[in-house]
């Protein structure tokens, strides 16, 4: 479905909205880390599969200059058995352990691509195609928390960049409600910045001037809130905000340091 409009980026109120959320993620973050430690779920569903089957909605937030942003409308697909993961537009074929360190195959797509239409301020430009990535993923469970390195790189050969995501997040049961904090960094080569946020020659204009970022560095901190409402039955809300690298945020083709991005919805377990 076609995205609904929401606020522009000249709008303020994506900056407070930033702001806000970034105050409040770092306030329960660090109270649900200090949390009585309790052990990581282990590796779940050696009985066969389990599904989650939902629906989310979210705001679209993209760092470009006045960017024709809008509301998402989404799917939750969610399974996982003993050796395979799936969730939405992504999954994990499970290699095994080593030791405590669990590995997985991954494959997923990402939308960061656009239209010169999408944008008055992007008029000129080529376009640039959304990537599946394929990748390499390892996971150390311990009772303090859940720590995730995952390298990738374009398979589809649009921009031939590579991303290496570290992150660490923890779960706090407090009854019929779940949060789950998480920080992270990734980091983006120069193939990926240079395809998506750089400015080739015959795209330069007088006010947007040829542009070849290096690689760079993303961070993220971010919360997600799970309630269970009845037997199989949960809704959930996830808020984060992502700072981004200096050869993002310095492109001719952006206009903030940092992404909010929530997302809510609700799911049935089956």
């Known amino acids: 479905m076609r995205?609904?409009?929401?606020?522009?980026?000249s709008d303020p109120r994506p900056r407070v909205l930033t702001t806000s959320a970034l105050g409040l993620a770092v306030i329960v973050c660090a109270w649900a880390w200090h949390a009585p430690a309790q052990a990581q779920p282990a590796e779940p569903h050696a009985d066969g599969?389990?599904?989650?089957?939902?629906l989310a909605i979210s705001p679209e937030v993209r760092p470009y200059r006045n960017f024709d942003e809008g509301t998402e409308l989404m799917p939750v697909i969610r399974y996982e058995n003993q050796w395979l993961r799936v969730t939405g537009p992504g999954l994990e074929v499970k290699l095994g352990a080593t030791g405590p360190v669990q590995w997985g195959l991954s494959l997923s797509y990402a939308r960061?691509?656009?239209?010169?239409?999408?944008?008055?301020d992007l008029v000129g430009m080529?376009?640039?195609?959304?990537?599946?990535?394929?990748?390499?993923?390892?996971?150390?469970?311990?009772?303090?928390?859940?720590?995730?390195?995952?390298?990738?790189a374009?398979?589809?050969?649009?921009?031939d960049g590579q991303k290496l995501r570290l992150?660490?997040?923890r779960r706090v049961d407090l009854g019929t409600?779940?949060?789950?904090?998480?920080?992270?960094?990734?980091?983006?080569?120069?193939?990926?910045t240079r395809y998506y946020f750089g400015v080739q020659g015959h795209e330069a204009r007088v006010l947007r001037?040829?542009?070849?970022?290096?690689?760079?560095?993303?961070?993220?901190?971010?919360?997600?809130?799970?309630h269970t409402l009845a037997p199989r039955h949960q809704v959930f809300a996830d808020l984060s905000v992502t700072l981004l690298g200096s050869a993002i945020k310095n492109s001719p083709l952006v206009d903030r340091s940092s992404l909010p991005h929530l997302r809510v919805g609700y799911q049935y377990q089956f």
């Open 126 to 152: 080529d376009r640039r195609r959304d990537s599946a990535w394929a990748g390499l993923r390892a996971s150390l469970p311990t009772p303090y928390a859940r720590f995730n390195a995952e390298w990738s």
């Open 49 to 54: 599969g389990r599904w989650r089957l939902g």
């Open 177 to 192: 409600v779940a949060l789950t904090p998480r920080v992270g960094a990734t980091w983006l080569d120069s193939r990926y």
């Open 167 to 169: 992150t660490a997040q």
């Open 112 to 120: 960061d691509g656009y239209k010169p239409s999408d944008s008055p």
């Open 209 to 226: 001037p040829s542009y070849q970022p290096g690689s760079t560095v993303n961070t993220e901190i971010g919360l997600r809130l799970d």
């Open 3 to 9: 995205p609904l409009p929401i606020a522009r980026l």
């Open 154 to 159: 374009d398979a589809s050969g649009h921009s």
